[in-house]
């Protein structure tokens, strides 16, 4: 570690290392947004003159990041023209009556299509579909949606397109000075993970997958038949105003708990026997669905909504009277919900809808729900007419987990969508149009024929991971521009040189697989292909396939739910816990790091 500790001793070194430490720190915490560390790393770089602005900003004007774009539209467009209603049809077909059934289905139809449509989209839009048909068939949702995010990531390396992982690679390595990625690149390698993994797959998921839970045990039947903890309001005109909880006889006539009490800036606990209440007094009730519906029924009480109590009385006086449905909806990664609380986002204001509970993993959440501050991957039991659910759908703060295909909108522009994407991905493999080019008059051409409005085209992008993408690419310039890359790349090159080219290939994987597991995709694409490519060089090998290893490592994250979105967005759905994850994920790793890099030294003849 010589050449590495003497770069690191001078200012710019010890600057961006300290950078680099704090960022991963808030990396793996999560005190910040991911996209807002990035941001802060690039600040901080130009703060201390290790970076000049247009160094510190120049991933925001890469071509990758503007095909990414266009991508995030085109696929909004592909899913609202009903261009993939045939594979939710498929998916959640009643011919499917097995797990394993579904599972082929995923690794043979769904991860090839996530090789050209992101796979975030792919997840959010099939996640409804597979919990209907889970529940119709009285199957436990952590039997098949793990396998669905896993098809995805693996199909996502079949081509440039799957990921943005992909194409931030392809940036990077533009930068290097080794060239941007072809649409195919990666086609050569990622079939035969895409066949490795799912064969892996559909063999080991019968006894390595947990039953958490036949598929009628959503969160809202599971929280009848148990009871839950929810607010509710005692209203204007309630039985209960003056009389003492004893005296209105109502824990006995309705089995319910009353745990606490809030008026105003008070809150009592037990014990509240003799405690008379008022209007707008919020009570914590533990109950199951049955006897708080009647409760409602009879004007006993209300759902609370989450503000003030003036509020509370006010939003009474003149609720709604329209039909009211319970569904159940995902925070996915990204969502700007999460990190806030209940309280402060307004959110019955906001959505149109009253919070009943919130599922984070297995566990449902025992607080006042107000107080809940929102994470990736919650599941939350929510209550709206249904023009607020439909809205919902359109938002990508939230995830509908629940089927509303009936009230869907059909449209007519299924064969255009479907037309203009398949130009998108023609045009470039024939090489008439750079794949940038492609895919930003695809993206037009989807607003142009309606298959996506004018205002759905600034929703359909994920800004977060635009500002992330943009942002980590100061990592990348001030590695080289410190030399702290090609220090490191020595001492690496002084432990092996002498090794094998596979053997070396394998160290590079699993130094990638540790990273992204660790921290993210992107960060470890932006840290380690520096350094990877610098190696390849002293060792006399072709950097592209040091390129690939590093691209391959960062694409597929399998351990744990924080290492790629996909894993987040069915954890909760799914209930599972953080080892169930582990369990299923590391053989998969452990055979790919040994696969990979064979198959990398195959492709490059080395």
Known sequence: MHAFLTVASTGPGLITLAVFAGAIVLFVTGRLPPEVTGLLAAALLVTFGVLKPEEAVKGFGSPALITLIGLFAVASGLFRSGGLDRLRALIGSDAVRSPKRMIALMVGVVAPISGFIPNTPIVATLLPVLEGWCQRRGISPSRVLLPLSFATILGGTISLLGTSTNLLASDVSRQLGYGSLELFSFTAIGIPVWLIGGTYILLFSDRQLPDRGSGDED?????????????????????????????????????????????????????????????????????????????????????????????????LSGASESPQRVVEVLLPSGSTLAGASVRDLRFRQRYNATLLAVRRGNQVLRELLGRVVLQAGDVLLLQA?????????????????????????????????MAIAGLMILLPMLRVLPLMAAVLLAMVAMVATGCLRPGELQRSIRWDVILLLGSLSCFSVAMQKTGLAAALADDLLQALKGWPTYAVLLVVFVLGQAFTEALSNGTTVVLLLPIATELAEGLGMPPMAFIFAITFAASQSFLTPIGYQTNLMVFGPGRYRFLDMARYGAPLSISLALTVPWLICRHFGL
């Open 385 to 417: 007419p249904l023009d607020a659910i439909r809205g919902m759908q359109a938002n990508n703060d939230l995830v509908l987990l629940d089927e509303l295909e009936k009230d869907l909108p059909t449209t007519d522009r299924k064969l255009t969508g």
């Open 219 to 315: 969160l809202l039947m599971s929280l009848a038949r148990e009871g839950y903890i929810t607010d509710v309001l005692i209203p204007p005109g309630s039985e209960l105003i003056g009389n003492s909880l004893h005296d209105s006889r109502l824990q006995r006539r309705f089995d319910v708990d009353v745990l606490e009490l809030h008026r105003g800036p008070e809150s009592f606990s037990a014990p509240l026997a003799d405690l008379q209440l008022q209007a707008g007094d919020r009570l914590l009730l533990r109950c199951n669905r049955d006897n708080l519906l009647r409760l409602q029924q009879e004007h006993t009480v209300t759902l609370a909504p989450v503000g003030d109590q003036e509020d509370d009385l006010r939003e």
